[in-house]
């Protein structure tokens, strides 16, 4: 079956670094684009990033544009999510996801604060 582990969240301070982590299984990964969301409290989940199957198209939500980049090993099933210059609005569980396919994983914990 489809699984998605997310893995790498912590806490940062504002300005720091902090790279992701998505395992995925149970799928033809290559042939998907594949995406991370975040959400915070009584929010809805938040379209952060998405790479294509390829790896070679990406698009950014316009508050991380800049400063996150998403990437992907095809040949090891991973898809990452590198955080730079991070705010305290970033704080929130980040879910990376497969387009198309409605599995979610348990998401990882993102915290930025001094």
């Known amino acids: 079956q489809v699984q998605l582990v997310e893995s790498g969240g912590g806490l940062v301070q504002p300005g720091g670094s902090l790279t992701l982590s998505c395992a995925v299984s149970?799928?033809?990964?290559?042939?998907?684009?594949m995406s991370w969301y975040r959400q915070t409290p009584g929010k809805e989940r938040e379209l952060v990033a998405l790479i294509s199957g390829t790896g070679g198209t990406t698009n950014y939500a316009d508050s991380v544009k800049g400063r996150f980049t998403i990437s992907r090993e095809n040949t090891k099933k991973m898809v990452y999510l590198q955080m730079t210059s991070l705010k305290p609005e970033d704080t929130a569980v980040y879910y990376c996801?497969?387009?198309?396919?409605?599995?979610w994983g348990q998401g990882t914990q993102v915290t930025v604060s001094s």
């Open positions: 149970g799928f033809s990964f290559m042939w998907y684009d």
């Open positions: 996801k497969a387009v198309g396919l409605g599995t």
